[in-house]
């Protein structure tokens, strides 16, 4: 009830081209979804995320779309760099009381952008 | 404005003894996590607080992991007595409150070697 799967394990594109992730969950009481990037000895920090009441969501090169029906929501990269070279994660929250707030994480997608 | 951090960066203990970190949430913020990063994998929720009460310790290894959160600011976690596969990295993060759509913060993590 608590995942939320992650795809592919990794993933190598080259510059300018569009990189996805995909993500699956099974709580339908999740109503937040955040996608964080994380570099080598960082944390992780906050790309962009979304709320189930919209299917897509863009900020610069960053898309999220959203599959109610289906539990899933990817992460588009468009014009891939270099430098988003780093690995990726989708989470999840919401849900039962004293769930909310709490991420549940995917299993990370290694990103690498090949110049 | 500082963000979230974390002491020490790294550690190495042999197993069987005890280690503490330390976590210093952004200033004005609440809620704090503690997550634990196993290699390769997302970070999986340990214990959260709300002010100074702990409101979710269900994945908090109890018989040899402690966590306390003075006067609702600071934290520290310790471990007691420490086993190899604790090797991880422990990452601390803050929101302003619980709930949906908040953003957390991370600190850049402890990095643990049990040897």
């Known amino acids: 009830q608590q995942q939320v799967k992650q795809s592919p394990q990794s993933l190598i594109v080259q510059k300018g081209g569009i990189s996805i992730i995909n993500c699956a969950y099974e709580?339908?009481?999740?109503?937040?979804f955040p996608w964080y990037q994380q570099f080598p000895g960082k944390g992780p920090a906050l790309l962009i995320a979304?709320?189930?009441?919209?299917s897509e969501k863009k900020e610069g090169r960053f898309t999220i779309s959203f599959n109610k029906s289906a539990k899933q929501f990817s992460l588009h990269i468009m014009d891939s760099q270099p430098g988003d070279s780093a690995t990726y994660f989708c989470a999840a929250s919401g849900g039962m009381r004293g769930n909310t707030g709490k991420l549940i994480f995917g299993q990370g997608t290694t990103l690498q952008v090949k110049p | 404005e500082a963000g979230v951090v974390q002491s020490p960066r790294y550690k190495i203990i042999e197993k069987k003894q005890p280690v503490a970190f330390w976590c210093n949430p952004i200033s004005g913020h609440n809620t704090l996590y503690w997550y634990r990063q196993n290699l390769g994998q997302g970070p999986e929720l340990l214990i959260r607080?709300?002010?100074?009460?702990?409101?979710?310790d269900s994945q908090l290894p109890k018989d040899r992991f402690s966590a306390e959160r003075l006067k609702g600011v600071d934290s520290t976690l310790k471990i007691q007595p420490a086993e190899l596969g604790d090797s991880a990295v422990y990452l601390c993060a803050s929101s302003i409150r619980q709930g949906p759509n908040t953003e957390a913060f991370f600190g850049q993590g402890t990095r643990l070697t049990v040897v």
């Open positions: 607080y709300e002010n100074e009460e702990a409101v979710d």
């Open positions: 709580n339908t009481a999740f109503d937040y």
């Open positions: 979304i709320r189930p009441d919209v």
